[in-house]
């Protein structure tokens, strides 16, 4: 396969350290509140490519942290720990809020067929691999103690700024709120490894250490999860491109001081998506969650297949509009592969040779719209219907677009649901059924405020209404 790499700048050929294995490392979420689909835009195409490259034959190692401490509101070392910010919106405890948000981002991932990595590691699991680590940094003379905290020092590496290709200056930190310059730092650019001081006395997790009592920095968390479960050595390191800078930055520094040897070959980023006022940020209220989505009526895979029609390293606009047009692909799609017959014999020499085209249109910097392509040429394909649908179930193993199941269910006889509702008063079974069109009209005229009220006055008559691609169906408590 043939990536980009950011700390090259160039597509190249990906060379494992170890012949047909692959270790990879992905930051994982801080728990602190829901991800919004800019956050999970990032996910789907890192599992996009953890699944294609599994698919090309490679043995791969799939690591991800969970942060639940030390993300401080800028990327920086200022600020309080998000955290804890969460936990006071609440007025839960900080275990409580990770608890609550990494079980609501596992589920986003499962409506969104992100696979879920092979090792998941909290960040708080691993307090003394973090200790241990910068222990070994002071000892080798790159962190130094200053007014309480432990700070990496960043004038002891050569070429610091290698993954950016930017000089100091262009580099600007994610400022948000409450950010002031920290004074005890020997060099602009050095980062907390160890806090025993901050701004924000109030930090609820505390850990004993050699220095005092206190918290890890974001930063040693993902070096030594990493090298905790995968060594010293990793071939790919991903993540969206805000954390190319401090974050990325700062891993590789920390982590080759510690080692004294190269460490990650590959860096794989993902760009943003941003809606129409600019990028998605969860401080903006009511900012895009699944379940919005999906509480107006979107399919989490249509999400999924608007992601993978676009390229991983261009900013994706995210509109309804937007999120309408890729629904009326997929669907039309979807009802292209319900129409081929599952009869008769496959012919796996086509197959094959369909596998080896996707392998190699995918295979040029994860090009996820052209392995789209690919299902439309086994659809005007030559060969018999039982072939195609058996090309377009292999390439689904990438995609994951359940591209074969739905368009079955297309297929399938009505669901048991508006039958079952049809023994009920025929006044009440008219104004259920007047309410329902009524909310297709307010969502088809984008009046999603309406639609939602209407699902609500439902909810209150005691009907559960479902989405689907034939109709709404609806069942009575
Ligand atoms: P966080 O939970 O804030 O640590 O972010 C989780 C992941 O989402 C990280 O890999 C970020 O780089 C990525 N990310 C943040 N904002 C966006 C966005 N608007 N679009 C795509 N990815 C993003
Ligand atoms: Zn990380």
Redesign the pocket.
């Known amino acids: 396969m043939k990536l980009y790499n950011t700390l090259t700048k160039t597509v190249s050929e990906l060379i494992p350290n170890e012949e047909g294995k692959i270790k990879m490392y992905t ?2 979420p801080t728990v602190y509140h829901f991800a919004h689909i800019g956050n999970l835009r990032t996910y789907i195409m890192e599992d996009v490519l953890e699944k294609f490259l599994r698919f090309s034959g490679y043995d791969v190692t799939r690591v991800m ?1 969970i ?1 639940d401490v030390g993300h401080l509101s800028s990327d920086g070392d200022t600020g309080e720990d998000k955290m804890l910010k969460g936990a006071k919106r609440e007025k839960k405890t900080v275990m409580e809020i990770a608890e609550f948000y990494k079980n609501a981002f596992f589920e986003d991932c499962k409506k969104l067929n992100i696979k879920t990595p092979d090792i998941v590691e909290p960040a708080t699991n691993c307090i003394d691999s973090f200790i241990n680590m910068v222990q070994g940094l002071i000892d080798k003379g790159f962190a130094y103690i200053a007014d309480g905290n432990v700070y990496f020092d960043t004038s002891k590496v050569e070429n610091y700024y290698a993954l950016t290709g930017h000089n100091p200056e262009e580099l600007m930190v994610g400022v948000r709120d409450d950010v002031t310059e920290d004074t005890s730092k020997k060099n602009k650019s050095d980062f907390v490894l160890w806090f025993t001081k901050s701004k924000f006395d109030d930090q609820e997790l505390k850990w004993d250490s050699p220095w005092g009592i206190g918290y890890p920095g ?2 040693i ?2 070096s030594a999860i990493c090298m905790k479960h995968l060594g010293n050595k990793l071939d790919i390191h991903c ?1 969206g491109v805000d ?1 190319i800078f401090p ?2 930055t700062n ?1 590789i520094a920390q982590s080759e001081a510690y080692t004294g040897e190269k460490w990650c070959n590959y860096w794989f980023h993902v760009h943003h998506l941003n809606d129409e006022t600019g990028k998605m940020s969860k401080s903006k209220g009511d900012f895009l969650t699944v379940s919005l989505i999906e509480s107006k009526g979107y399919d989490p895979i249509a999400y999924r297949f608007f992601c993978l029609q676009s390229h991983y390293r261009k900013p994706l606009v995210f509109s309804y509009e937007a999120l309408d047009q890729a629904t009326a692909t997929f669907n039309k799609l979807l009802r292209k592969i319900a129409s081929l017959k599952d009869e008769g014999e496959g012919d796996y020499e086509y197959v094959n040779s369909v596998k080896a085209k996707f392998i190699d249109s995918v295979g040029s910097d994860l090009n996820t719209a052209l392995g789209i392509t690919c299902i439309y040429e086994i659809l005007k394909a030559s060969v018999n219907d039982k072939s195609k649908l058996l090309a377009i179930s292999e390439i689904d193993k990438v995609l994951c677009c359940d591209l074969i199941k739905k368009a079955q269910s297309l297929n399938a006889p009505k669901t048991e649901a508006n039958e079952g509702a049809s023994n009920i008063d025929p006044e009440l079974k008219a104004k259920i059924e007047a309410l329902i069109s009524e909310r297709a009209s307010a969502k088809k005229e984008k009046n999603f405020a309406r639609a939602d009220e209407i699902r609500q006055a439902l909810s209150d008559m005691g009907v559960t209404i479902k989405d689907t691609r034939e109709g709404t169906t609806y069942t009575l408590n």
């Open positions: 930051c994982g942290n942060t974001w930063h968390e993902c993540g954390n974050h990325h891993e």
